[in-house]
């Protein structure tokens, strides 16, 4: 068959679908809003994961004091606010904070004296993720005030060389891996939906009794997914560029590897609905796939730091690749030991390999339905 040919199947099974969608506003919906729910979920968690909030009471006013509390702050590893002995001791008691933490009222006379100042820290060991934060980043912030307020007496000091250009937040960082998540299940939901309905409607049988190539509907199909997955894409980069304000740096390969990503997802959809054949099953299959996916990928940092089983589950994952390659595209960021060209290669190699899968499935299921 000609490819004139085979661009006019693609385009009429891709109007096809669209129109059929139209035609079922819940499922349209449905495909749009869980990829948001599932972004602003995980925000949450991330925003709530970050930092230990703790409260400070501080009981000298000297210029020592504020400046510990102030190494406190730069350590990154707390939400402060100061208060009194008993609003802290309250809120602590009420779960509202992690840990008090007391700057004794001899602070700076003790210290302008050479003697041992005691500071107490009270902590909520309730949770031991933030425990140990306090554990670690206290002792921290101590040895860096002392290191900044008495140089002279220090002799040791770290002397640190960045592997990267510049630093970047817990949040800015997971909510790039996150934005990838969302837009494999926006295009798996949308894939598989539209691929199930073919077999619920009973379209599947003219699709693959029509003299036209496998090939030529499974790209019919994935282009109409293609709509309305954009559109939750959409959102979803929205919701972290405009309200987070994670700013890509290389705008351009947001846009291409978005498109790779769709195309990617999409395929894998379109499989996924033409081996369950019904929508009911195919949500939650593609809810389910994608939350083991996410946490094996490395949202969090490179996946080789997940160890060997782990990263080799994440070596055959394309959301792994995805992740790199959107790492790059907002922070510049080269978090994997591929490049940019691997990972393009691997999700592009995903997309087709998934395809003509999807058809040598299609042509099979679709004459024994």
Not at 33 to 40: G, S
Not at 280 to 297: D, R, T
Not at 320 to 341: E, K, N, R, V
Not at 350 to 358: H, I, S
């Amino acid at each position: 068959m000609s490819l004139r040919h085979n661009l006019r199947v693609v385009r009429a099974v891709a109007a096809a679908d669209i129109r059929l969608t139209l035609r079922e506003p819940l499922f349209a919906i449905v495909g749009v809003v869980i990829p948001i729910n599932f972004l602003l979920l995980f925000l949450l968690f991330a925003i709530s994961g970050g930092q230990a909030p703790i409260a400070v009471v501080l009981s000298d006013q000297g210029p020592l004091a504020e400046r510990f509390v102030q190494a406190m702050s730069n350590s990154q590893s707390f939400i402060i606010h100061t208060t009194s002995p008993a609003d802290a001791e309250r809120e602590i008691r009420a779960g509202a904070i992690v840990a008090v933490v007391t700057v004794p009222q001899d602070f700076d006379a003790a210290l302008a004296a050479g003697r041992r100042v005691d500071v107490p820290v009270e902590i909520n060991n309730l949770n031991v993720d933030f425990t140990n934060d306090i554990r670690r980043a206290v002792p921290l912030s101590i040895t860096s005030f002392y290191a900044d307020a008495f140089p002279d007496q220090v002799v040791v000091h770290a002397v640190e060389s960045d592997v990267q250009a510049h630093d970047t937040g817990y949040l800015p960082y997971l909510a790039v891996s996150i934005v990838v998540a969302g837009l494999m299940l926006a295009a798996l939901l949308q894939g598989s939906v539209n691929a199930a309905r073919d077999y619920e409607l009973g379209t599947v049988k003219e699709l693959a009794l029509a003299p036209v190539s496998r090939i030529a509907i499974g790209l019919g199909k994935m282009l109409g997914s293609a709509a309305l997955t954009a559109a939750s894409a959409l959102l979803v980069l929205g919701v972290v560029i405009l309200l987070i304000g994670v700013r890509p740096l290389h705008p351009l390969e947001v846009i291409g590897f978005a498109l790779l990503m769709i195309a990617a997802f999409l395929a894998l959809g379109v499989l996924a609905g033409t081996l369950v054949r019904r929508r009911q099953q195919a949500i939650p299959l593609a809810i389910a796939s994608v939350l083991p996916l996410f946490f094996l990928s490395g949202p969090f940092g490179p996946a080789n730091w997940l160890g060997p089983v782990p990263g080799a589950i994440a070596a055959v994952s394309p959301l792994t690749y995805a992740i790199a390659a959107f790492q790059h595209a907002f922070h510049g960021y080269q978090t994997a030991t591929q490049d940019l060209t691997v990972d393009t290669i691997v999700l592009s190699g995903f997309t087709l390999v998934t395809v003509a899968l999807t058809a040598f499935v299609f042509g099979r299921r679709g004459v024994a339905h």
